[in-house]
């Protein structure tokens, strides 16, 4: 089955600590995008990339790294600079389908981070 | 992109249809509208789109008023696992190059029995 695969569902890490998390598509999709959700809020856009080897900056992206070298994988490096990284993220692609499509992004299950 | 906004939170009785309202008075003549859910700690998952004609799916229907101003999420029978928060956004639909698409807090719907 097609879809977006986000590795790992949770994550515990100390303070000071880069972290990694994984987001992986097989929907031949051209752009991807990371959100972070905090408790009972609505989702910010950290990165997102159109393109391999194009990626722009989000609402918040101090303290976050991303890379996109494949077209299936966005990774979002979570650095130490970012001061309040527990979070809910979120990574999406966005399918064309036409004019009207062009809007609708496929969500992964999100991973949890906890800086302890 | 033009400003949404909704209710914080709705209740709906199990079987009855839930109304899901959104404004949206700046939108421009080639935005959609778009809906989204978030059941609790799983990402979002597309519900339907529209410009300016209802639109109808096996998930829900999407009335759009004829100013464009406002616009109705309905789930005709609504149950438990309607439960969760419904994000509407507007957008161009081709969007060209890359775009940011933000989410506000949306509105939280409570189905009860």
């Known amino acids: 089955d097609g879809g977006i695969t986000q590795s790992p569902k949770y994550l515990f890490r100390k303070e000071g600590q880069n972290v990694t998390l994984s987001c992986e598509q097989n929907?031949?999709?051209?752009?991807m995008y990371w959100y972070r959700q905090d408790p009972g809020q609505g989702l910010r856009l950290i990165y997102y990339?159109?393109?391999?080897?194009?990626?722009q900056k989000g609402d918040i992206a101090e303290g976050y790294s991303v890379s996109r070298e494949k077209k299936e994988s966005f990774p979002l490096t979570v650095t130490s600079a970012q001061k309040n990284p527990t979070a809910f993220y979120l990574c999406?692609?966005?399918?064309?389908?036409?004019?009207?499509?062009?809007?609708?992004?496929?969500f992964g299950a999100g991973s949890r981070l906890t800086v302890l | 992109d033009a400003k949404t906004t909704q209710p914080p939170s709705m209740d709906c009785a199990e079987g009855r249809a839930a109304n899901l309202p959104c404004n949206h008075s700046?939108?421009?003549?080639?935005?959609?509208v778009y809906w989204y859910r978030q059941i609790h700690s799983q990402g979002p998952q597309y519900i339907i789109h529209?410009?300016?004609n209802n639109e109808t799916n096996e998930m829900a229907s999407l009335i759009i008023t004829e100013d464009r101003k406002s616009s109705t999420l309905i789930l005709p029978h609504a149950t438990l696992r309607d439960t969760a928060v419904y994000y509407c956004?507007?957008?161009?639909?081709?969007?060209?190059?890359?775009?940011?698409?933000?989410f506000g807090t949306g509105t939280r719907l409570q189905v009860t029995l």
């Open positions: 999406a692609s966005r399918g064309t389908g036409g004019i009207s499509g062009a809007n609708v992004l496929t």
């Open positions: 929907l031949n999709h051209d752009a």
């Open positions: 990339s159109q393109i391999v080897n194009d990626f």
């Open positions: 700046t939108i421009s003549g080639n935005e959609y």
């Open positions: 529209g410009l300016k």
């Open positions: 956004i507007v957008r161009l639909g081709n969007t060209g190059t890359a775009s940011k698409l933000t």
